[in-house]
């Protein structure tokens, strides 16, 4: 799949390559589960366009701007207009070489 592809509703979603392009500074968020948890938003594209990353909790620490990444199980969800792309619970970030 590429980023051009995914749209808002879009679930089991899967990027097999991505670069990360920039990283906002992480802050703290209460889910609605009430539990508080930190997130940061990532930019990632491919020769397709460029879509936003959530990165929550330890993912957060483990990618840097340049890491080649690859998505699997995400969603996309949209948020002030724009589509946002998630591991979510079930969803897995790795890099790659």
């Given at each position: 799949?590429?980023?051009?592809?995914?749209?808002?509703?879009?679930?089991?979603?899967?990027?097999?390559?991505?670069?990360?392009?920039?990283?906002?500074?992480?802050?703290?968020?209460?889910?609605?589960?009430?539990?508080?948890?930190?997130?940061?938003?990532?930019?990632?594209?491919?020769?397709?366009?460029?879509?936003?990353?959530?990165l929550w909790g330890d993912d957060i620490s483990r990618i840097a701007i340049g890491d080649?990444?690859?998505?699997?199980?995400?969603?996309?969800?949209?948020?002030?207009?724009?589509?946002?792309?998630?591991?979510?619970?079930?969803?897995?970030?790795?890099?790659?070489?």
């Amino acid at each position: 799949m590429k980023i051009s592809e995914l749209k808002p509703g879009t679930g089991n979603a899967t990027l097999e390559v991505a670069e990360v392009t920039a990283i906002e500074e992480p802050r703290d968020v209460l889910t609605r589960f009430g539990k508080k948890t930190r997130v940061a938003n990532a930019t990632i594209k491919d020769d397709s366009g460029e879509i936003t990353l959530s990165l929550w909790g330890d993912d957060i620490s483990r990618i840097a701007i340049g890491d080649k990444i690859k998505i699997e199980n995400g969603w996309v969800s949209e948020f002030r207009g724009n589509p946002q792309l998630s591991a979510g619970k079930f969803g897995k970030i790795t890099k790659v070489e």
